[in-house]
């Protein structure tokens, strides 16, 4: 009998990946941190780097006393929990963050989950059962897509940001079905944001319930910080808000957070917060202090954050970077780039000048596109900002990607 | 010409601007390993396709439409419902 290689199926991207590497670039996607300085610091290849690829939107990794309540809680309650939430993983270190989860958005409940993947995947797979519809964007992120896939619902995609397109589609399906509309405050790819008000709307015409993922709008949308839906005025017919640890907050972790007076039965009936292990008291300690500390001093960061954006979005289209957005919608700014090796080697030169961006390609990426995304950060200084800008033009120039005549 | 002989050839048409590589069309032609569509570019597709008869393919459906064979019959049995 011949043996089959379960691994075959990867032989394109194998192939690819080897070619890409043959042409002498390093490997975009096997960086490695040796130290990390700051927010916006840190030592790559023995190179200090000016990190602008981190989505440490609030730089609140280093903050003093998020760090001061972590080393408490693993002092006191140890490494781990060892424990699922529903049996022995409920510390009150995770009350405590839930607790400052509802302060923070106004809501009556908030469920904490081990990462904000396992958030949408258990909303979003748990929520919509067999016979209901998720309705999502086209460009959701992948823990979108795969909540769907992990889900029973049928599963209807509308074109990017289109309210006209969304109307359409939830017109088609029967008026008696439950229907889940799934959106994002910023999309993280092009950092372009949705017309929230005008989808929500649409969404509530057609008896839809609405979660929206604000992963990457924390901290600086709205007057509270609460994301696109606060900014845009429709926090109210937004049933489920999403989010992450991982971005402003500055540590690991997701969470939803709502109203629906029947909340909190999905601590028994979604999987992905049922059958794994909760995060650790530290973890939890640093996220609750850290969203304690963005309701207070949430709006001086955004202000700083919103400033350096714009500085770095103006500086690179006057250079003649061709960027995905015209304006700066959110806190990342992608550049669109012309194909994978020019992308690379562009990304390549940047890290050799101390500087390190994301790589994305499709199909991360919509519209089969190349990017090298930038995300800024609150403790970006003027001074690191004016040096990103003269060294992509000096990378530009090295690897010859034309810019356009200003 | 049947119904199903006029949705096959209005589907052929719509799938052509997705056919960079012009190769040749036919029942049996499968989207991911002839016509070499990525899943996001056979999302678009099916969009097109429910736009041009008001219907709906939930994405979930997709998997089971490998060929263009298949994509006409599960079109023909949500145009007829």
């Known amino acids: 009998m011949t043996k089959s290689d379960l691994f075959d199926k990867f032989n394109p991207i194998i192939a690819e990946r080897q070619a890409l590497l043959d042409t002498g670039v390093a490997d975009p996607f096997a960086i490695v941190m040796d130290a990390v300085r700051s927010p916006t610091e840190a030592v790559i290849n023995g190179r200090e780097t000016i990190l602008l690829g981190t989505y440490n939107y609030m730089g609140m990794t280093f903050d003093k006393d998020v760090i001061a309540a972590g080393v408490e809680a693993l002092t006191k309650f140890g490494a781990g929990t060892t424990g699922s939430r529903v049996l022995n993983g409920t510390y009150g270190a995770h009350r ?58 049928d599963i209807v ?16 399906l029967p008026p008696e079905a439950g229907k889940l509309v799934v959106l994002e405050g910023v999309y993280s790819m092009l950092g372009d944001i949705a017309p929230l008000a005008e989808l929500v709307a649409v969404a509530k015409k057609h008896g839809a319930m609405v979660l929206v993922d604000e992963a990457h709008a924390m901290g600086f949308f709205g007057k509270r910080g ?38 909190e039965i999905l601590r028994l009936v979604c999987r992905p917060y049922t059958f794994t292990a909760s995060l650790p008291p530290a973890v939890m300690a640093c ?12 709006p001086a960061k955004a202000e700083r954050l919103w400033k350096t954006t714009r500085t770095l979005h103006a500086g690179l289209i006057a250079k003649g970077f061709k960027l995905a957005t015209d304006t ?24 050799e000048m101390g500087v390190y961006v994301n790589m994305s390609r499709p199909p991360a990426t919509p519209m089969g596109v190349f990017l090298l995304r930038c995300s800024l950060c609150a403790e970006h200084t003027d001074a690191q900002t004016a040096t990103v800008l003269q060294r992509f033009v000096a990378a530009a120039q090295a690897v010859g990607l034309p810019l356009n005549q200003g | 010409m049947s119904n199903r002989a006029a949705l096959y050839a209005r ?11 012009k190769i040749a069309l036919t029942e049996a032609t499968s989207f991911s390993d002839d016509i070499e569509m990525d899943s996001l570019t056979v999302m678009d597709l ?36």
């Open chain 2, 46 to 81: 099916v969009a097109n396709m429910e736009d041009e008869w008001d219907i709906v393919i939930p994405l979930n459906l997709l998997p089971e439409l490998e060929t263009i064979g298949q994509l006409t019959d599960a079109i023909a049995k949500l145009v007829k419902d």
């Open chain 2, 11 to 21: 589907i052929i048409e719509l799938i052509e601007p997705f056919n960079p590589k």
């Open chain 1, 157 to 172: 995609r509308f074109r990017h940001n289109s309210v006209e397109d969304l109307d359409k589609r939830l017109g088609r």
């Open chain 1, 328 to 351: 700066p919608q959110s806190a990342i700014i992608s550049v669109l780039m012309p194909d994978q090796e020019m992308t690379v080697r562009m990304w390549q030169a940047l890290l």
């Open chain 1, 96 to 153: 405590d963050c839930e607790e400052a989860l509802k302060d923070f958005y106004g809501t009556r409940h908030a469920m904490v989950f081990s990462t904000g993947y396992q958030a949408n995947l258990g909303m979003v797979s748990t929520l919509a059962g067999r016979g209901d519809y998720v309705i999502l964007d086209a460009d959701s992120h992948a823990s979108i897509y795969d909540g769907c896939a992990m889900g029973n619902a």
């Open chain 1, 226 to 263: 609460r994301g696109v839906t606060e900014a845009v005025g429709v926090e109210a017919d937004v049933d489920f808000i999403v989010g992450t640890f991982s971005k402003s907050v500055g540590t690991v972790g997701g969470f939803c957070v709502s109203n629906h007076p029947k909340f």
């Open chain 1, 287 to 298: 996220a609750a202090t850290s969203i304690r500390k963005l309701m207070s001093d949430g």
